[in-house]
């Protein structure tokens, strides 16, 4: 588990094809590679994944083909800037909110403001029923509060203080970021299909609750 608290960056240094996937080098600070021995779990940009090398300057992660085609890591260009967090460990604060590090789409940056305001997103329709104002969402890894949403995007406020300390300043309108709903959403919405109220799921998806 994560928390969507994004304390490091690191750099994307090379990517390179394996059998069943791609093998992934990132360029960290060194307080995140003390946490980086083999087998710990390491979410990059919002996706988990876990450390297979590590020396004093980079780590490595093995990526499967599906976590390739579900995220952005396999298009990203090297020498990107990515965002880095450690495993939660029991009695660190949860300042964010609980992230399982499991993306469930791509979605894209469909606007910025020029300082400070809403940045709205586009997301598949299928993460809409999971999607609601005051609700947590992450981008790319970051812990982040919808303001507003629809069936297809949704808005959230960033104060200039993230922006400065994560990659998001060099994102720009159509830019991919990898997307993940707020894990109570993701059961609210099981367990409704589960019970045959996909209609009731839609048009709050489109409308809100109603009386």
């Not at 598949?124 to 812990?143: N, Y």
């Not at 509060?145 to 200039?160: E, K, M, R």
Request: charged share 25%; glycine share 10%.
């Amino acid at each position: 588990m994560f928390t969507g608290l994004i304390r490091h960056l690191g750099t994307l240094e090379s990517r390179a094809s394996r059998a069943g996937g791609a093998r992934l080098r990132i360029a960290a600070p060194p307080d995140l590679l003390e946490r980086a021995e083999a087998g710990a779990s390491i979410a990059v940009n919002g996706a988990c994944l876990t450390s297979v090398a590590s020396d004093g300057r980079a780590w490595e992660a093995d990526l499967s083909e599906e976590t390739l085609a579900k995220t952005t890591l396999g298009r990203l260009p090297l020498g990107t800037a990515v965002h880095l967090e450690p495993a939660l460990r029991v009695g660190d604060p949860l300042d964010g909110h609980l992230v399982a590090g499991h993306v469930d789409a791509v979605g894209q940056l469909v606007s910025r403001p020029a300082d400070e305001g809403l940045w709205r997103f586009a997301l598949p329709p299928e993460l809409a029923p999971m999607t609601a104002p005051k609700g947590s969402v992450a981008v790319d890894g970051i812990s982040l509060t919808v303001v507003d949403c629809g069936t297809d995007w949704f808005t959230v406020a960033l104060i200039p203080e993230t922006v400065k300390r994560t990659a998001l300043h060099a994102l720009r309108p159509g830019d991919p970021v990898n997307l993940e709903a707020d894990p109570i959403g993701r059961y609210v919405a099981r367990a409704l299909a589960l019970r045959g109220a996909e209609g009731r799921l839609t048009d709050f998806a489109q409308r809100g609750w109603r009386d």
